[in-house]
């Protein structure tokens, strides 16, 4: 048995590329993937492929670059598809060109 056979799996940027990658994978594994992205133009085809590799997969669109967004984007998945097991982002703040790092994130690492 996939060990995220059922489980909730979050893919930020999941409409292309590497994204995309991973979102079909997480189906090839029997995974509800939640994805995200900034537009739905792509998300639909690419839970389209969750499904026929054996997944199930449900849209949400959220600017990774905008906290709020993000936040409630995670408040619907869980509330519509249950606890979330796994967060993987492929997406970055940085690709968006208004983006600023989130000041409500808290981190060790050295200021760029």
Request: net charge neutral.
């Amino acid at each position: 048995m996939a060990p995220l056979r059922g489980r909730v799996v979050v893919v930020t940027g999941a409409s292309g590329g590497v994204g995309r990658a991973v979102v079909r994978e997480l189906g090839a594994q029997g995974a509800k993937v939640a994805l995200i992205a900034r537009g739905t133009a792509g998300l639909g085809a690419a839970a389209v492929d969750v499904g026929v590799e054996g997944g199930t997969g449900q849209v949400y669109e959220a600017d990774v670059a905008d906290y709020e967004q993000v936040r409630a984007a995670a408040e619907r998945i869980e509330k519509e598809m249950g606890p979330i097991s796994v967060w993987i982002n492929t997406a970055s703040p940085l690709s968006s060109p208004n983006s600023l790092i989130f000041p409500q994130m808290s981190t060790n690492a050295p200021p760029l």
